[in-house]
């Protein structure tokens, strides 16, 4: 770099774009992750709506169960509702979720499948968390020796 001020310049450009680059698919595997967590979203909220929202609801109620569902999951795994959790992180950017380790959210995705089919039988919420919490319990323990999902990290 000493030889060439052209060569110093360009060699600080690429080192620039590399970490861009670099940068670009960190996010992009954070949005891979995150990914995951919605994709049984939907098997998660179909089962809700038809099973535990009667019609007479108002849409704030509505939003108020569908949120207690989701809290019913976090407690499962994270052992503290979304709004616990932003008030002991409060410098945090985003939500529980978005804070979520890799394991983590693919637990929550299966979390949310085994959810539904809970819901489909008709099991109270009390019943669910303790059931989904011992599952996310073994699935944290089988995740965290998996070789594979190390690889994916």
Not at 25 to 49: E, F, G, P, S
């Amino acid at each position: 770099m000493w030889i060439s001020a052209e060569f110093k310049v360009y060699f600080i450009k690429e080192f620039q774009r590399l970490k861009a680059d670099e940068n670009s698919r960190l996010k992009l595997d954070w949005n891979l992750q995150r990914t995951l967590a919605k994709v049984n979203y939907h098997i998660h909220t179909d089962a809700i709506k038809e099973n535990l929202i009667p019609k007479v609801l108002s849409k704030r109620q509505i939003s108020i169960l569908y949120a207690n569902e989701a809290d019913c999951l976090n407690v499962a795994l994270f052992g503290c509702t979304a709004k616990q959790w932003r008030e002991a992180n409060p410098q945090a950017e985003g939500n529980i979720r978005d804070a979520a380790t890799l394991e983590q959210l693919v637990v929550l995705s299966n979390l949310e499948s085994i959810n539904a089919v809970l819901i489909h039988q008709g099991l109270e919420q009390p019943e669910r968390l303790m059931r989904l919490n011992k599952i996310a319990i073994d699935q944290i323990k089988s995740l965290l020796n998996s070789k594979p999902l190390r690889k994916l990290k």
